[in-house]
């Protein structure tokens, strides 16, 4: 988690580890030990000195190896409230989540599957929403905070042409709900036994939300490909889920193709390559058209000084 | 504010600037110029490469200059009120802020004024607040949202033994409340014209904070200094602003004795040097005790890398 700066569903309230991480353990590349924000600190802010911990969240173990964390936490809210809303165009619904955040409501997390994903969610779990764009809702805070967020809520989802909420309550209910968002992947992959997953992710400006999930469900149908949509799209975040078969050149190239148009169309909408799955191998070149040369060559100055013999996680990043 | 990681008032809220500096352009120290998340990207998220703007934020301009920042922004929240108590006891109040925190009351700003630093602001700013270990309380959020968070929050105080809210409801009230505040630096200046002005600052966890600031409060009357304290509790943050006769050498060496304890102290209970203030010159060697010298080595190879001729606010941090 830490090293990938990765995040979830809870982003959208919570942070990401970029946020939420305060201290790191790092076996550094010559052995040593670095506590990055000083050993067994724990505090909110700090101006002391360079920001170690932020430099190595997300590094994905090509500067050190993390062997400790130490994390902020939050306590479980008085009243946790779900819901699930379908809409009847992907514009519909992802204007109602601009509008929804463009409103300041705090919303713990919201969460958006186009119909293809709806359809494997309900097949895997055995469900049955409704098969349209869809969002996840999710409500913290206290009883009549809550009731007040899911009152504002509605009024922008129905004022786009949104269902009315259908409720997870109890705890169970939630549970249930969840339970098949987290499971996307395996019920993506159902849709094409034998296949394999892709996964890929790109995050923009809020703002732009709209215009790019538009521009990449037409992109999906046109190119033919398996890819369902399911996003944390409070984060201006979402992922395509590429279901394909690997023995399959033609379709390989196609994939492939796909993906690169979507990470540059998130980054002409001034967005990034990457809201949490990472560079890795797969999206280096992307990142220096992401970051620009001078940036690319600054990390290479901290690789190269941090990990002189290119021991760690060598070739991933950068 | 970036190069300093700087924050304020609002920080227990809406965090600090090390949250919500989403890029920066910085010249670098051979004129290049470098854009920490790429040119003109903004976006809640992203995991593409290592973090550049969280390490030039905090930096001092011992890494580059910068030259634009980017910025999250928020809405102005549909209502908010403002709210003074005075409590019996340091401890009682500090105790009320830590409690207050615990329930995960969202609150916007909570901020301690000791009775010395409050019986100068009276002076300073003609105001009649009793002589007490005093809050400055303010909450952000809807209408009602505000209603619950004072109620829970009076009930918090009153159990603790603070005097019945004083209100400041309207924007020209609540302005003149945190002109009051922000003028702390020139009203404890003025209780001793003709002397100057040395600030500093620690941040604890919040679950120490009462022990620092009963520790400090008595070590202060001890050592015969003026320093009137006032602290963005809510992060476990406080300030003491000396205020000394800097041609009496005694004075001055038993301020800097003073400043020195302090900030051991905080070390001592898992905490920063400065939570706010930065290294400068004055906290070089708190740094190293701070944050160990694996880092201060880690933090030394990253300068050496981005400015090898040391010409980028030199001698400063490390």
Not at 62 to 78: A, C, D, M, N, Q
Not at 88 to 104: F, N, W
Not at 148 to 162: K, P, W
Not at 266 to 287: D, V
Request: include cysteine; proline fraction near 3%; charged fraction near 20%.
């Amino acid at each position: 988690m830490a090293a990938t700066s990765a995040s979830g569903t809870n982003a959208v309230r919570y942070g990401t580890m970029r946020d939420n991480v305060i201290n790191l353990e790092v076996v550094l590349s010559d052995g040593r030990i670095l506590n990055t924000a000083g050993k067994d600190r724990n505090f909110r802010k700090t101006s002391a000195g360079y920001n170690l911990t932020s430099l190595f969240v997300g590094s994905e173990g090509t500067l050190g190896i993390i062997t400790k964390t130490s994390l902020r936490l939050y306590g479980v809210p008085e009243a946790m409230m779900s819901a699930v809303c379908a809409f009847p165009s992907v514009q519909a619904a992802v204007d109602s989540t601009v509008q929804i955040l463009q409103c300041g409501i705090p919303i713990a997390r919201i969460e958006f599957l186009d119909d293809v994903m709806v359809d494997a969610c309900n097949k895997y779990n055995g469900l049955s929403y409704h098969t349209l764009p869809t969002l996840f809702l999710e409500f913290h805070g206290t009883e009549s905070g809550v009731r007040e967020q899911v009152q504002q809520t509605e009024e922008i989802t129905q004022l786009n042409g949104g269902s009315d909420f259908t409720w997870a309550r109890d705890q169970e209910e939630r549970s249930k709900l969840w339970t098949a968002r987290h499971n996307a992947w395996y019920a993506a992959l159902a849709l094409r036994p034998g296949c394999r997953g892709y996964a890929t992710d790109v995050c923009v400006p809020i703002s732009k939300l709209p215009e790019i999930v538009m521009k990449t469900k037409k992109d999906l149908l046109e190119s033919e490909l398996t890819g369902p949509i399911a996003g944390h799209v409070g984060d201006g975040n979402f992922h395509c889920i590429m279901v394909l078969n690997v023995d399959d050149k033609d379709e390989v190239s196609r994939v492939k193709a796909f993906t690169d148009r979507l990470a540059r169309r998130a980054l002409a909408l001034n967005g990034t390559c990457t809201g949490e799955h990472g560079i890795g191998l797969g999206k280096r070149s992307l990142l220096v058209e992401e970051i620009g040369e001078v940036g690319i060559a600054t990390m290479k100055q901290i690789k190269a000084t941090l990990d002189p013999q290119n021991i760690m996680n060598p070739g991933k990043v950068i």
